[in-house]
Nanobody, 128 residues
Framework: QVQLSESGGGLVQAGGSLSLSCAAS????????MGWFRQAPGKEREFVAA?????????HFADSVKGRFTISRDNAKNTLSLQMNNLKPEDTAVYSC????????????????????WGQGNHVTASS
């Protein structure tokens, strides 16, 4: 049974830091590209970050989080992480990890519909 389970997150004041982890099971984690998406209340889901194999591991970020967020993975532990620094109130959302494959060199990894598996989501709140 495929499962992606997020942990971490929570409430922090603006300017603070939080981290999210995503534990994967039920599929060969190392064979999949991974991404983080978020959905704020009343808004559509949006791409946050992805770690994609393009002949080597590459990381990609939404412009809104570039320079503040870091994505990483540990294939030995089947885990994906998102380190979020200098959080802003506009980062408040439910964050979900997702697994997909065969993204290639285009930016398909920014489209949620291209991912096969999803976690249930975890809340991140940055208060002003």
């Amino acid at each position: 049974q495929v499962q992606l389970s997020e942990s971490g997150g929570g409430l922090v004041q603006a300017g603070g830091s939080l981290s999210l982890s995503c534990a994967a099971s039920g599929f060969i984690f190392s064979n999949y590209d991974m991404g983080w998406f978020r959905q704020a209340p009343g808004k559509e889901r949006e791409f946050v970050a992805a770690i994609i194999w393009l002949g080597g591991s590459t990381t990609h970020f939404a412009d809104s989080v570039k320079g503040r967020f870091t994505i990483s993975r540990d294939n030995a532990k089947n885990t994906l992480s998102l380190q979020m620094n200098n959080l802003k109130p506009e980062d408040t959302a439910v964050y979900s990890c997702a697994a997909g494959e065969d993204f290639g060199s285009n930016n398909d990894y920014t489209y949620g519909k291209r991912y096969h598996y999803w976690g249930q989501g975890n809340h991140v709140t940055a208060s002003s």
